[in-house]
């Protein structure tokens, strides 16, 4: 499990926001799977997590399992290895003093558990698995 | 050119597995597969720049092997992804 926090000087409602609607500009350009580093990233209530490239090329990031506004949102996550075997994020956002106490828990599934950790088996092991997402990215 | 983006290449997937069995000349890698030995020498080059291969003389010849710690984790490649998103969500909300 990974944990990492950050405190925003916003109310909740405006840090999930934030998260939320723009992703497209807190989402690092290095890791665009469409091939363009401008791309839009949408993360909407309805369940639907992806990426469109300029182009309208579309690639599936992951999917909301929960959208808690403003508290709490649950992501399953394609990107680190495949839809077939995702991660999980989950956001919190705390009010506290100043602000709101963003934390965000990455950890993996079962089905992503010795992905997880391991350097070579992440490809070794899995390599056409854990690698369809970024070759059809790719493509 | 970062791990994954080097990875999202078929020919690149398939000369590194190719290098699992063992280290190889470029020769050795381009007789298993259906491009030629140039393209085979740009390929490991890619490889290579994203610290995935490296490169070995050998008489007059290069082998190339695989870095494994070239590999990432999903637990590193989400840290690093973290780190940077959050670090920009803060200058965001600072705006």
Redesign the interface.
């Known amino acids: 499990m990974m944990v990492k926090s950050v405190t925003l000087p916003l109310t909740p409602i405006a840090a999930f926001e934030l998260f939320t609607q723009k992703a497209s500009e807190w989402w690092p350009k290095d890791r665009r799977h469409s091939g363009d580093s401008d791309s839009e990233i949408f993360m909407l209530p309805s369940g639907r997590f992806y990426e469109r490239a300029r182009s309208g090329h579309e690639v599936e990031l992951g999917h909301v399992q929960a959208w808690d506004q403003p508290n709490r949102i649950l992501l399953d996550f394609f990107v680190a290895t495949s839809p077939e075997r995702p991660t999980e994020v989950e956001v919190t956002f705390a009010a506290q003093e100043g602000g709101t106490h963003v934390t965000v828990i990455h950890r993996p599934k079962p089905s992503s558990a010795d992905l997880w950790s391991a350097r070579a088996p992440l490809y070794a092991q899995s390599w056409d698995l854990a690698l369809a997402a970024m070759a059809r990215a790719a493509a | 050119m ?1 791990v ?2 080097a ?4 020919v690149r ?1 398939a000369i ?2 190719e290098l ?1 069995a063992g280290p190889l000349s470029v020769g050795e890698i381009a007789a298993g597969l259906p491009v030629s030995r140039p393209a085979v020498s740009r390929h490991l080059r890619v490889l290579e720049d994203a610290g995935l291969v490296q490169a070995r003389e050998e008489g007059t010849r290069n082998v190339y092997s695989v870095r ?2 070239g ?9 690093e ?6 670090a ?3 200058e ?3 705006r």
């Open positions: 970062h994954l983006d990875l999202g290449n078929p997937r590194l597995s699992r494994m710690h590999f990432a984790s999903v637990r590193e490649f989400v840290d992804f973290w780190d940077t998103a959050l920009r969500i803060e965001l909300a600072r």
